[in-house]
C-alpha cells in the first residue's frame, strides 16, 4: 500500500496533545518547531507517515486534538506617507482567525531506514 506522509501546521499549544493523541493510536510522528510567516509567531509542524488507508485516522485525530483561535494584531501606529508618517485611521487592534490545523497530505516516494 502507498505511503503517504501527512504535515499539519498547528498552534504550540497543541501540538504536545496531539503528539500524544497519535502515539496512543499507534503512530509515529515528528514534531519542528516553525513560524507562520504571516504573524511571525511560533508554531509547530508535525510529520506523520503513514499507509494510505490510515490517513482517514490520522486526520481524525488531528481534528480532535487542534482547536481554531483568534490573534489579536495592532497595526503599526505610524506609517510612513508619501511625504510624512501618519497614524492610519484603523489603529485598533483587527483580529486574525487561526487554524485548528493546515495540514497537507503527500504521497512519498521511498521510506529507508538505515
Ligand atoms: P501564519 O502565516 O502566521 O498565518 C496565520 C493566519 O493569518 C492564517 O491562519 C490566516 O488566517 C492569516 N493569514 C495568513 N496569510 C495571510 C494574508 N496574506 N492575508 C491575510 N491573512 C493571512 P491559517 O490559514 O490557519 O494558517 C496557520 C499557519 O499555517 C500559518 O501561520 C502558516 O504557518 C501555515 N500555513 C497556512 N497556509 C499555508 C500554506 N499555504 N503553505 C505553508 N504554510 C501555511
Given at each position: 500500500m502507498a505511503t503517504k506522509l501527512v504535515v499539519?501546521?498547528?498552534q504550540n499549544d497543541d501540538a504536545e496533545r496531539l503528539i500524544s493523541a497519535l502515539?496512543?493510536?499507534?503512530?509515529s510522528s515528528t514534531k519542528i518547531?516553525?513560524?507562520?510567516?504571516?504573524l511571525r509567531q511560533g508554531?509547530?509542524?508535525?510529520?506523520?507517515?503513514t499507509e494510505?488507508?490510515?490517513v482517514h485516522k490520522v486526520l481524525g485525530i488531528i481534528q480532535r486534538n487542534c482547536h481554531a483561535y483568534t490573534y489579536p494584531v495592532t497595526p503599526p501606529s505610524l506609517v510612513m506617507g508619501p511625504r510624512e508618517p501618519?497614524?492610519?485611521?484603523?489603529a485598533e487592534s483587527i483580529e486574525v482567525h487561526?487554524?485548528?490545523a493546515v495540514i497537507f497530505v503527500l504521497d512519498v516516494e521511498r521510506v529507508i531506514r538505515y
Open positions: 499539519s501546521i498547528v502515539r496512543d493510536e499507534g503512530f518547531s516553525t513560524t507562520g510567516g504571516f508554531n509547530a509542524t508535525i510529520l506523520a507517515g494510505e488507508g490510515s501618519y497614524i492610519p485611521s484603523t487561526v487554524g485548528g
